[in-house]
């Protein structure tokens, strides 16, 4: 567990140095987010021994104590949450449209770094109130970091997840008037099925579905994701919507009554179903690159939506597996398409999609990136996105009665194939090029591919991830 | 009735007013009013359930300092986003003409 | 209960019900900021009567107080055009919504047991141990010392959010002569108050939060008279008072990790004095902090 503290710690700590000297800001950010992936893959190698470990803080006893407790699944999302910090730091570091070596993205993206590590290694949910405000005020400070061509969408995302927060807050509350603890195992092994409870979960499942941008309250997400920085847009779509979506899994599969579950599981599935498609279907529509990147979040949301809800409808943990391998598979693909998307959008100095056109020859490295992670959100094999795919389909297909999610899953692949292709296609087309080729940034090019490569090389350890997934999924 | 059951239904009576509040308004300084009168339902809630025993529960206080120091920040930081955004589209007019 | 308790709680309930109602929906929005300021207050005598004057010092300074200092001020950088959404009837509709929504969870929460929680039960056990004797502030520094960790993280957050804004000026309109009479006296107060409520938190009502935000009320009286000095981000002074409680705070985190029982863990012996330096160091990074975040100008942050 000491290891897994120190990679919440550090990039915290070389936040506040680097505040607070103001001298080489972004190696010293660089330095601690390796040194806290390091951290965090020793975490992860523990954990293979003892698969969960428990911390109570500050030695205190249960209830009175909040609980951390490391498995392989969230040691496995700690080094995702760095990798990805890591990658995309670099990215900002060296691409000639990165914020600058001393600009607030460096403290920012450390503190966020950590409230995601405090999240995942939580267990209790008023720390994770507090984990959650934390993460929405970086989230818009960093927003707010391309200037005040920002500052709507910041504000508008601002108001939702505060409103959002208080519900999932008032939901906690309650939960403690009932039960009188705040422990997610406590809460687990005392709760029935109560008005009282069924109103408190309710309550916490809209504000996490607002935060986590779950469809159908998803409105703000394009225009913060679009609005962003690159850099931030990478961060805010791999890893922010994440952290309400585990608070979310964790809740219901360990608080909610059975038949509750069970009734908001279909709400899940039917409202992930829609996403899948009124997502691709505004990707489709979107004049703008970057907003077309947005709204295929949306969409992916969609999948971890359905699977959440068909885990909770049938009762069936092991849908976990899937559900997490999307989110890492969604994660890494998503960093590559918007570092791609942020590097031609800054290279061709255009926000529209049309600007893309022509890019396999001008760009052939940013675009091979953007549709080799497109590969992957599309689920073709034998990408991450298809194995996560892949896991969920096999109990759909065993019976009849489940075929229509399947279908609903079809149609969802097959829209976002549209999409992908849609501004592929319009690279593969070399009607009016310039003759006069823009001048392009190899190393960031580079850099947007490397994520998009691991999340097909996933495929090539698929056994023991869904091992390590399924253990971290069901303790 | 009891007095802790008086100032709970008060306190889900404010949250909700709130939300209604911030789903009428469009004006930023009105939408941060309501989701701090929310906030103070939320809290009224909190401190109701915390008044329940014979003495009153500290973890329940200390998890309203918590919210409201929260609450403040997150607040400060809305408005001034909003008078920023107020500025900055003003100048953006300015420079249309 | 007393028919006396009855009236006066009733009276109070009914005073925020309407305070709270003329704040969301005056069609002024400058009476709807000050019924906000208004209902703070009231809830502040709400806190005290349920019995937490913590909770109620704190929300007379924070809610009352820095919130309303902030709405006024957003106030004259954004006009008072706006009016309540414009479709006549969904205020009823809606209204209605409200009433049915509010029977459904007043009927769901009307059977939730009476008696303290267990947790609270547990911290109260366990005050004896914590080596403050006051239970909120055991609480605050001892007992979920990492929710409060975060929590001075977010007021950091908030400020270093703030620093990416380009804002507008902010200046302060001459003040007239009674009120500058008036806050070189408070100013000092309260500022005295802080420090004392912070001294006496650890075995009564107070501690680090209260007493940051009325020094940070202080100090914004001495600037609406142009009597505080300016804190730029770029003196390295400010920067390190600012950063000072998270900074402690997480250090104490790790020392308590790597050298004693664990992650926050504070060993008897040292617990005191220990909450002690992160109570000073907290409170001095909390008072600057909302300080700037209420009423810093557009030239002090962004460098």
């Known amino acids: 567990m000491n290891w897994a503290l120190l990679s919440l710690a550090l990039p915290l700590l070389s936040a506040f140095w680097v505040l607070l000297v103001r001298r080489a800001v972004s190696e010293t950010i660089l330095f601690a987010t390796l040194v806290s992936l390091t951290a965090a893959l020793a975490a992860f190698y523990q954990v293979q021994s003892d698969p969960v470990q428990t911390l109570l803080l500050g030695d205190w006893t249960l209830p009175l104590a909040i609980r951390f407790e490391l498995t392989s699944l969230n040691a496995l999302l700690m080094v995702l949450t760095a990798t990805i910090h890591f990658l995309v730091g670099l990215y900002n570091r060296f691409s000639r449209h990165g914020s600058g070596r001393y600009s607030d993205y460096w403290p920012l993206s450390a503190v966020l770094h950590s409230a995601l590590v405090a999240l995942w290694l939580s267990r209790d949910l008023f720390n994770w109130y507090v984990t959650l405000e934390l993460l929405t005020l970086v989230a818009v400070a960093l927003v707010t970091l391309s200037?005040?061509?920002?500052?709507?969408?910041?504000?508008?995302?601002?108001?939702?997840?505060?409103?959002?927060?208080?519900?999932?807050?008032?939901?906690?509350?309650?939960?403690?008037?009932?039960?009188?603890?705040?422990?997610?195992?406590?809460?687990?092994?005392?709760?029935?099925?109560?008005?009282?409870?069924?109103?408190?979960?309710?309550?916490?499942?809209?504000?996490?579905?607002?935060?986590?941008?779950?469809?159908?309250?998803?409105?703000?997400?394009?225009?913060?994701?679009?609005?962003?920085?690159?850099?931030?847009?990478?961060?805010?779509?791999?890893?922010?919507?994440?952290?309400?979506?585990?608070?979310?899994?964790?809740?219901?599969?360990?608080?909610?009554?059975?038949?509750?579950?069970?009734?908001?599981g279909l709400i899940f599935a039917l409202f992930g179903s829609v996403a899948l498609l009124s997502g691709a279907w505004s990707a489709l529509r979107t004049p703008y690159l970057k907003t077309l990147v947005a709204y295929s979040t949306v969409a992916q949301l969609g999948y971890a939506l359905i699977t959440l809800g068909l885990l909770l409808r049938w009762q069936t943990p092991e849908l976990a597996t899937a559900l997490w391998l999307f989110v890492i598979a969604h994660a890494l693909a998503k960093v590559s398409a918007f570092l791609a998307a942020g590097e031609m959008q800054a290279t061709f100095g255009s926000k529209e999609l049309i600007a893309v056109r022509g890019a396999s020859q001008s760009m052939p490295l940013a675009m091979f990136a953007f549709a080799v992670a497109g590969g992957s959100l599309i689920g073709l094999p034998p990408s991450g996105g298809f194995l996560a795919k892949w896991i969920l389909l096999q109990p759909l297909f065993a019976e009849p009665a489940h075929w229509p999610w399947?279908?609903?899953?079809?149609?969802?692949?097959?829209a976002s194939a549209a999409y992908v292709f849609r501004v592929v296609a319009l690279a593969f087309d070399r009607y009016d090029v310039e003759t006069e080729l823009p001048q392009t940034d190899a190393l960031a090019q580079w850099l947007s591919l490397l994520p998009a490569l691991v999340v097909w090389g996933l495929a090539l350890i698929s056994q023991p991830l869904m091992l390590w997934l399924s253990t971290g999924a069901n303790p | 009735m009891t007095e802790f059951q008086l100032f709970l239904g008060l306190g889900l009576l404010l949250f909700l007013l709130g939300v209604h509040g911030l789903v009428l308004s469009e004006h930023t300084i009105r939408r941060l009013i309501a989701i701090n009168v929310s906030g103070g339902g939320v809290f009224l809630v909190m401190v109701s359930l915390a008044s329940r025993g014979d003495s009153v529960d500290p973890v329940m206080q200390a998890l309203v300092v918590t919210g409201l120091v929260v609450a403040v920040s997150a607040t400060a930081f809305a408005l001034r986003l909003g008078s920023a955004l107020t500025r900055a589209e003003s100048s953006d007019r300015e420079g249309d003409h | 209960m007393a028919v006396v308790d009855w009236v006066y709680d009733g009276l109070l309930a009914l005073l925020v019900l309407g305070l709270a109602a003329g704040a969301l929906y005056s069609l002024s929005l400058y009476r709807a900021v000050v019924f906000y300021i208004a209902l703070g207050l009231v809830l502040a005598l709400v806190w005290a009567r349920l019995g937490a004057p913590d909770l109620a010092l704190a929300e007379a300074a924070i809610g009352a107080g820095l919130t309303g200092v902030l709405l006024l001020s957003a106030l004259k950088h954004q006009p008072n055009k706006a009016r309540l959404m414009g479709w006549p009837?969904?205020?009823?509709?809606?209204?209605?919504?409200?009433?049915?929504?509010?029977?459904?969870?007043?009927?769901?929460?009307?059977?939730?047991?009476?008696?303290?929680?267990?947790?609270?039960?547990?911290?109260?056990?366990?005050?004896?141990?914590?080596?403050?004797?006051?239970?909120?502030?055991?609480?605050?520094?001892?007992?979920?010392?990492?929710?409060?960790?975060?929590?001075?993280?977010?007021?950091?957050?908030?400020?270093?959010?703030?620093?990416?804004?380009?804002?507008?000026?902010?200046?302060?309109?001459?003040?007239?002569?009674?009120?500058?009479?008036?806050?070189?006296?408070?100013?000092?107060?309260?500022?005295?108050?802080?420090?004392?409520?912070?001294?006496?938190?650890?075995?009564?009502?107070?501690?680090?939060?209260?007493?940051?935000?009325?020094?940070?009320?202080?100090?914004?009286?001495?600037?609406?008279?142009?009597?505080?000095?300016?804190?730029?981000?770029?003196?390295?002074?400010?920067?390190?008072?600012?950063?000072?409680?998270?900074?402690?705070?997480?250090?104490?985190?790790?020392a308590t990790a790597s050298l004693g029982a664990g992650w926050l863990a504070f060993p008897p012996d040292w617990s005191k004095a220990l909450i002690l330096l992160i109570e000073v160091a907290a409170t001095t990074s909390i008072a600057i902090s909302l300080a700037l975040l209420v009423g810093s100008d557009s030239r002090e942050l962004n460098q």
């Open chain 3, 89 to 254: 009837w969904l205020p009823g509709l809606t209204g209605i919504a409200i009433l049915l929504l509010l029977i459904m969870m007043v009927k769901a929460v009307w059977g939730l047991p009476q008696g303290m929680a267990a947790v609270g039960q547990a911290a109260l056990l366990a005050v004896p141990e914590s080596g403050v004797e006051h239970p909120v502030t055991a609480v605050l520094l001892n007992f979920r010392a990492w929710d409060t960790l975060l929590e001075v993280l977010v007021v950091l957050l908030a400020l270093l959010a703030l620093r990416q804004l380009t804002l507008p000026d902010e200046t302060f309109p001459d003040a007239w002569p009674l009120l500058l009479a008036w806050s070189r006296l408070l100013a000092p107060l309260s500022l005295l108050l802080g420090i004392y409520l912070l001294w006496r938190g650890a075995d009564a009502p107070g501690g680090a939060f209260q007493s940051g935000a009325l020094i940070a009320a202080g100090l914004l009286m001495l600037r609406l008279v142009g009597l505080s000095p300016a804190l730029p981000w770029s003196r390295f002074g400010v920067r390190l008072s600012i950063l000072i409680g998270p900074t402690i705070f997480l250090l104490a985190a790790m």
């Open chain 1, 406 to 414: 399947a279908l609903a899953i079809l149609l969802g692949t097959l």
């Open chain 1, 147 to 264: 200037g005040p061509k920002a500052y709507r969408a910041a504000l508008g995302y601002l108001v939702l997840s505060l409103i959002a927060s208080l519900f999932y807050l008032l939901g906690v509350a309650l939960l403690y008037g009932e039960y009188g603890v705040l422990d997610l195992d406590r809460l687990s092994a005392l709760a029935v099925d109560s008005a009282n409870t069924r109103l408190a979960l309710l309550l916490m499942v809209l504000g996490l579905m607002l935060k986590a941008a779950l469809w159908p309250l998803y409105l703000w997400l394009p225009d913060a994701h679009a609005n962003a920085p690159t850099a931030v847009s990478a961060l805010l779509s791999a890893l922010v919507v994440k952290g309400p979506l585990f608070i979310l899994w964790l809740t219901l599969t360990q608080i909610a009554p059975v038949e509750f579950a069970q009734q908001l």
